[in-house]
């Protein structure tokens, strides 16, 4: 019983989790799940406004950065709310919590092509305030922009502002099912990405990933030292694996915590 005990303290203040199998990483147990979600995810599905004679099907230099944006330019939207519904089913599974999407909005932005390529994922608010949509914390913006290329990324929420995130052709075709293009490694990077990374299955996990930053979750080394998922076991690094994490849900329990932290009552009222 003492050892029971001495066990139990020495993981709550030591945080270690090794002699408790259930704990998918070196956490205490999460905080529990929270019965409903203070945010809300709208997906949006962004057209920029395109340059005469934009050529499609073709790797598209500007400066360092290479994109290549598969004909058509309209992607097939139902796709993309097929994959919308698996990532709502997939996140509240493994947050404990069910998290809302809005229906997909398809916006035709007046940003330009251009534009978007520069600003990245700093486009966001002004579309959204285009759009007369609030710009607070109760919500998490997710665009899916065409001409994009492989970009993606997102920022955090703050108190009184919104979380926001983007992503690329990359995703968007994948999950549309449109062919891999033969330059997609070059889209890609040299880095590491196994073959699951081009699919529609990896490209949910990477919009998930996206979205996920815009509740505040950093890749594993934004944690401290002692505390880091270990990269198999969270989506927060390796996003292609979706949906299927064997040694956890997808999101270690100090990922949990942040995001049961981000949605709950804990984060009413600031
Ligand atoms: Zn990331």
């Known amino acids: 019983m003492l050892s029971k005990i001495w066990n139990w303290l020495r993981r709550f203040f030591i945080g270690r989790g090794s002699d408790h199998p259930a704990a998918p990483d070196p956490s205490i147990r999460p905080i529990p799940a929270p019965v409903s979600s203070s945010k809300t995810i709208v997906p949006l599905l962004v057209l920029p406004r395109l340059p ?12 360092e950065d290479r994109y290549y944006t598969s ?23 493994a947050v404990g919590t069910p998290i809302p999407w809005e229906p997909l909005r398809q916006v035709n932005s007046e940003r330009s092509l251009a534009e978007w390529r520069t600003e990245g994922v700093h486009a966001v608010r002004a579309e959204v ?5 609030r710009w ?28 926001f995130a983007v992503v690329g052709d990359i995703c968007i075709e994948a999950v549309c099912g449109y062919a891999e293009p033969t330059s997609g490694s070059v889209l890609l990077g040299s880095g590491p990405w196994p073959a699951s990374a081009w699919s529609a299955a990896g490209q949910t996990g990477a919009f998930v990933h996206e979205a996920l930053h815009g509740f505040g979750l950093p890749h594993p080394d934004g944690w401290r030292a002692d505390r880091q998922p270990a990269p198999d076991r969270t989506i927060m690094n390796d996003w292609w694996r979706f949906p299927t994490y064997e040694r956890s849900d997808g999101l270690t329990n100090i990922e949990l915590d942040a995001v049961r932290e981000a949605i709950g009552p804990y984060a009413v009222g600031g």
């Open 52 to 63: 005469g004679g934009f050529q499609f099907d073709l790797v598209d230099q500007v400066g």
């Open 136 to 163: 607070t914390e109760d919500y998490v913006y997710l665009a899916f922009v065409r001409g994009l290329g492989g970009y993606a990324g997102g920022i955090g929420f703050r108190p009184g502002e919104a979380g």
């Open 71 to 93: 004909s058509p330019w309209e992607p097939d939207v139902e796709a993309l709310r097929a994959a919308i519904v698996t990532a709502e089913s997939w996140l509240g599974t």
């Open 129 to 133: 305030e285009r759009l007369l949509l």
